[in-house]
Nanobody, 121 residues
Framework: QVQLVESGGGLVQAGGSLRLSCAAS????????MGWYRQAPGKQRELVAS??????????NYADSVKGRFTISRDNAKNTVYLQMNSLKPEDTAVHYC????????????WGQGTQVTVSS
């Protein structure tokens, strides 16, 4: 098990930047994948970005809508995952959730409580 605590959300104007942080309660070294998801009002939760552990390949994956603007990274020494968000758009407005995935396709998922990101036009 792992507890996840997000921080760094807030209100920003279009074109601005924010950095979200996700602090884990235990070592993330062996967590297969860490990711950020978001959910806007009336919409389904969607993947924003994910990063695999080194032992799983270390690959990153981004939603098409954020490629070139967002960067995900993991600091295993600090048990923290970051999401650097640049060139923010109003459509990025959503509650952003941190996710930890253990195992393969039928593994276990843990979620943080979410942090609100609001981008004004």
């Amino acid at each position: 098990q792992v507890q996840l605590v997000e921080s760094g959300g807030g209100l920003v104007q279009a074109g601005g930047s924010l950095r979200l942080s996700c602090a884990a309660s235990r070592s993330i070294w062996r967590i297969n994948a860490m990711g950020w998801y978001r959910q806007a009002p009336g919409k389904q939760r969607e993947l924003v970005a994910s990063v695999e552990s080194i032992t799983s390949g270390g690959r990153t994956n981004y939603a098409d809508s954020v490629k070139g603007r967002f960067t995900i990274s993991r600091d295993n020494a600090k048990n923290t995952v970051y999401l650097q968000m640049n060139s923010l758009k109003p459509e990025d407005t959503a509650v952003h959730y941190c996710n930890a995935h253990f195992g393969g396709a039928f593994g276990s998922d843990y979620w943080g409580q979410g942090t609100q990101v609001t981008v004004s036009s």
